[in-house]
Structures are given as structure tokens and as C-alpha cells.
């Protein structure tokens, strides 16, 4: 864990859960987190145990350039990061077991920014293990970001957050790397797409 905002709903969340493995969602209160609200999202899992967006703040869907209430949680990344995306947040919103995902940002014109996203678990009304309440921290944020939508991540390294241990610590531990979606892929982005008039075009699909 890096970013500043991370430390921060990662410790509001250790205060809430107290001695549970994941505190309730009734337990977060948004006037805590004020100043991180416009970053943090809130997901659930549907029937199909695929994760969507229930709540979403308004810097991460400007950043997307797009409402993401509704959505796939796995459709932020790029193709070949779809799965193992799902899989992650799943992971940590049935398992109760924090995570910190290290991202790459790849903008519509071909731009990247660096990002860090923790996903923490909560229980709903049930009780049960379902849902996550997660927070994207962009970088050092370039001039474009809000402006240049975010169209795909790409994620270059994973933590499993032990609980047991003092969030201080959490800087130093054991990144998984991932490997990149491929070499440059941010230049292969920009080969696939070409100018008419004021679009952009984006070549893709099957070719047969």
C-alpha cells in the first residue's frame, strides 16, 4: 500500500470491522470519508457471482467518462485483464481478505498513469460476505486525467492485505507482479486507431 488515501480508508475500515473480519455496510458512515467520497465505489455480487458497481463516486466515473453505477466491475480493465480482475474483487468480497492492486491507466488517446486500487470487504443486510468497498488513487495525476477518459487498466501487481498486521508495515510487503497486457501496449493502442474526420477509430473485432 502507497498511496496516502489508501492508508486512510484502509485504517477507517480496521476501525470499523473492530474484531469481525469485515465491518457491515451500515458501518461505513460517507461524512468519515468526505474527502475520499469522489474515489470510492461500493460493489456487490449478482446472482451470476459477477461483481458490479453499486455506488460510485464522481471522480471515478469522470475518470471513466462514464456512470459506472450498474456496471461490471471487471469491464474497467482491458480484455486480457477482464477475468483475472473478477477473480480478484470476487475474491476479496467473499473472502474477506483485503488486496491492493497496483494499476496502469491507459487514457483514450493513447496516454498511462499510474494507479492504486484497494478493495476492502464489508457484509450487507444479510450478513453475509458479499460486497467490497474499494477506492482508485490515481498517481501523481497528469494534466489530462477528468478530461481524457481512462478506457482500460491494466494490472502490473497484486497484495493480499494480512490482517493481523499493522498497516505501517503494509509499504514493505511482497507485490505479486502481473504481467503487462504486452510489451507496450499502450503503443499498440495507438496502432490500432486512425483519424476521420473529428473521430477516433479503433480497429478491432474479427478479421475472417
Avoid at 17 to 25: E, F, L, Q, T, W
Avoid at 69 to 89: P, Y
Wanted: proline content about 5%; glycine content about 10%.
Amino acid at each position: 500500500m502507497k498511496h496516502k488515501n489508501s492508508f486512510e480508508l484502509f485504517e477507517y475500515w480496521t476501525e470499523k470491522r473492530g474484531k469481525r473480519a469485515a465491518p457491515s455496510r451500515i458501518d461505513i458512515e460517507p461524512a468519515d470519508i468526505r474527502t475520499l467520497l469522489p474515489n470510492v465505489f461500493i460493489c456487490d455480487l449478482a446472482a451470476d457471482n459477477q461483481l458490479n458497481f453499486r455506488l460510485a463516486g464522481t471522480a471515478l466515473c469522470a475518470l471513466h467518462g462514464r456512470e459506472l453505477k450498474g456496471s461490471s466491475f471487471a469491464s474497467l480493465w482491458l480484455a486480457d485483464g477482464v477475468r483475472n480482475a473478477g477473480r480478484t474483487g470476487a475474491s476479496v468480497a467473499t473472502g474477506a481478505t483485503p488486496a491492493v492492486m497496483s494499476l496502469d491507466c491507459l487514457s483514450q488517446g493513447g496516454r498511462v498513469a499510474q494507479a492504486e486500487m484497494l478493495l476492502l470487504p464489508i457484509t450487507g443486510p444479510s450478513g453475509l460476505n458479499d460486497r467490497l468497498i474499494g477506492l482508485l488513487s490515481v498517481f501523481d495525476a497528469p494534466y489530462w486525467i477528468g478530461h481524457e477518459p481512462v478506457v482500460g487498466l491494466s494490472t502490473t501487481g497484486i497484495r493480499f492485505i494480512d490482517q493481523s498486521r499493522n498497516p505501517v508495515f503494509l509499504a514493505n510487503r511482497p507485490e505479486v507482479r502481473m504481467q503487462a497486457s504486452s510489451p507496450n501496449f499502450a503503443n499498440g493502442f495507438n496502432a490500432n486507431r486512425k483519424k476521420v474526420a473529428h473521430l477516433v477509430v479503433l480497429d478491432g473485432g474479427r478479421r475472417d
